[in-house]
């Protein structure tokens, strides 16, 4: 199973998309992403994931460029693909995440983290070299203990 984060150009979350062998399993929004997105990711599963394309010909020496759009089906061989290109023309952000980094993710938005700090934590961790993901746990549980202490003044 992987996973594509999605987070607009502000860092703000917008959502994650599961995939696992047979394609397409669910899209889940935050609330933001479901104010901004809410719409277009309902539609995936009646009209298909709409990704604009475009078309060349050349007719008497003129290049022509016909801009249109097709649907790829949720249970399409190209549909990660294609939500992948719908992220990009809609202007987000995405962070490819693997089955096995996933707990990190989940551990991150238990924490009070600003929508940039939780997008940079989440590319830290996905190009940390694989011994180094212990650290990761490590400090990540340290953080969540120092969080979960009341503040004395």
Same mark, same amino acid.
């Given at each position: 199973?992987?996973?594509?984060?999605?987070?607009?150009?502000?860092?703000?979350?917008?959502?994650? $998309?599961?995939?696992?062998?047979?394609?397409?399993?669910?899209?889940?929004?935050?609330?933001?992403? !479901?104010? &901004?997105?809410?719409?277009? $990711?309902?539609?995936?599963?009646?009209?298909?994931?709409?990704?604009?394309?475009?078309? !060349?010909?050349?007719?008497?020496?003129?290049?022509?460029?016909? $801009?249109?759009?097709?649907?790829?089906? &949720?249970?399409?061989?190209?549909?990660?693909?294609?939500?992948?290109?719908?992220?990009?023309?809609?202007?987000?952000?995405?962070?490819?995440?693997?089955?096995?980094?996933?707990? #990190?993710?989940?551990?991150?938005?238990?924490?009070?983290?600003?929508?940039? !700090?939780? #997008?940079?934590?989440? $590319?830290?961790?996905?190009?940390?070299?694989?011994? #180094?993901?212990?650290?990761?746990?490590?400090?990540?549980?340290?953080?969540?203990?120092?969080?979960?202490?009341?503040?004395?003044?």
């Amino acid at each position: 199973m992987s996973s594509l984060l999605l987070f607009d150009a502000s860092f703000f979350f917008v959502g994650e $998309v599961l995939f696992d062998e047979q394609g397409f399993v669910r899209a889940s929004l935050s609330p933001h992403g !479901e104010k &901004t997105h809410g719409q277009d $990711v309902a539609s995936w599963r009646t009209t298909g994931v709409a990704v604009r394309t475009h078309a !060349e010909e050349k007719t008497s020496g003129e290049k022509k460029i016909t $801009v249109y759009v097709e649907h790829h089906q &949720t249970r399409s061989p190209k549909c990660e693909q294609a939500i992948k290109w719908w992220a990009v023309d809609h202007g987000l952000l995405i962070l490819d995440v693997p089955e096995r980094l996933l707990s #990190y993710w989940h551990k991150l938005t238990r924490l009070s983290l600003e929508p940039e !700090e939780l #997008y940079s934590s989440m $590319v830290a961790i996905k190009r940390a070299p694989h011994r #180094y993901l212990s650290a990761w746990d490590k400090a990540l549980d340290q953080v969540r203990m120092v969080m979960r202490k009341p503040v004395t003044v």
